[in-house]
């Protein structure tokens, strides 16, 4: 992560249909690099999705520079095309997005050395 300039830390929670784990892994281990593009083009320096295999829960994190910069992303071609490609898995609002649920921070331990602040 860039050293010497403080990041902006994101958490939601999505939620994948029941038994759909390996296929969620299985489409973003193929990225499109046309929407790779477009996450980092918005300043994204680290995106994390994490399971629960309990309620097949996903917990994301990111780490971006310009969080206003992120609005823009839903009005993108590529990124309107991944919603419609993972809808089949997910649940999603009318416009296909994934239902994101924001996570609050709740405890942080940071040596303050160059690593995303918490917002």
Do not use: N
């Not at 281990?29 to 994490?50: H, M, Q, S």
């Amino acid at each position: 992560m860039t050293h010497g300039q403080a990041l902006c830390t994101l958490a939601f929670r999505m939620q994948l249909f029941p038994g759909q784990a390996e296929e969620y892994h299985r489409r973003h281990a193929a990225i499109w690099p046309e929407l790779k593009t477009a996450l980092l083009d918005a300043g994204i320096v680290e995106y994390r999705i994490f399971h629960d295999d309990k309620d097949d829960a996903l917990f994301a994190v990111l780490y971006c520079r310009q969080p206003d910069r992120l609005a823009d992303l839903p009005s993108l071609p590529v990124m309107q095309q991944w919603w419609a490609y993972m809808a089949d898995i997910m649940v999603t609002q009318p416009d296909l997005s994934p239902v994101q649920v924001g996570l609050r921070s709740m405890f942080v331990l940071s040596t303050g050395e160059g690593l995303p602040c918490a917002s």
